[in-house]
């Protein structure tokens, strides 16, 4: 089975209005944390935000928050006033307990942004 | 600035050549770690390493060596091994503590002839 789940094919959204990035993410460990990585045409990947699974309260990062749903093993981004420059390529990422930290990543999602 | 750079940026190999991928970082982390990109797709894991002269395979390791003389340096080698190699390589040095986010270098497109 799939760790990081990532189904929505390309998102589009109009410039200045919100959009909900999808992941959903499976693991029997109790400690993880889960992270969101944009990666624009350049092909750098650039670290958003991170959720612990044992924080209370939904991170958030300026425009970025995480919407974390842990009984549904979901951790949706939500992007609030979209700008031109937010078009890229978004990754979800888990990390499981462990001294190694290894990240396993979805497939990312393709998000435009519209004038 | 603190960073991680990576070079070249774009990379050509001849069949049967084995070639070395740059990956420095500044941050004083401990951690670092090679990934591979391909089309469309998410990335995997070649080689991770927590210490200095200490690394261990990732999930694709076959086809690749890696070595960490020093902390700030952590070079990957394709070998001709590696049967398929045309990728998108990122290199990232992990945050020590708290998160253990994992930050990324800029990256090297590798081509074969």
């Known amino acids: 089975a799939q760790k990081i789940t990532q189904t929505q094919p390309g998102m589009f959204v109009q410039e200045k209005e919100a959009v909900t990035l999808d992941c959903t993410y499976d693991?029997?460990?109790?400690?993880?944390?889960l992270f969101w990585y944009k990666q624009p045409s350049s092909g750098e990947m650039i670290f958003l935000i991170y959720q612990g699974s044992y924080d209370q309260q939904n991170a958030t990062e300026g425009r970025y928050s995480l919407n974390f749903q842990k009984a549904r093993k979901s951790a949706n981004l939500v992007i609030s006033a979209s700008q031109l420059g937010d078009s890229a390529m978004y990754f979800c990422a888990m990390r499981e307990g462990g001294a190694n930290s290894k990240l396993t990543f979805g497939k990312g999602i393709t998000l435009s942004v519209r004038p | 600035d603190g960073g991680i750079t990576q070079s070249p940026k774009y990379l050509f190999r001849k069949e049967g050549q084995n070639v070395t991928l740059s990956c420095e970082q500044n941050l004083n982390h401990d951690a670092m770690y090679w990934y591979r990109q391909d089309p469309g797709q998410g990335l995997r894991l070649i080689y991770y390493?927590?210490?200095?002269?200490?690394?261990q395979k990732g999930d694709i390791a076959e086809g690749y060596s890696v070595s960490r003389e020093k902390k700030e340096s952590f070079p990957l080698t394709v070998t001709s091994a590696q049967k398929n190699p045309t990728a998108f390589y990122l290199c990232?040095?992990?945050?020590?503590?708290?998160?253990?986010?994992?930050?990324f270098g800029p990256g090297t497109r590798l081509l074969v002839l």
């Open positions: 693991t029997s460990d109790p400690s993880y944390g």
């Open positions: 390493s927590q210490i200095v002269n200490d690394f």
């Open positions: 990232a040095s992990r945050r020590d503590g708290g998160s253990k986010t994992q930050y």
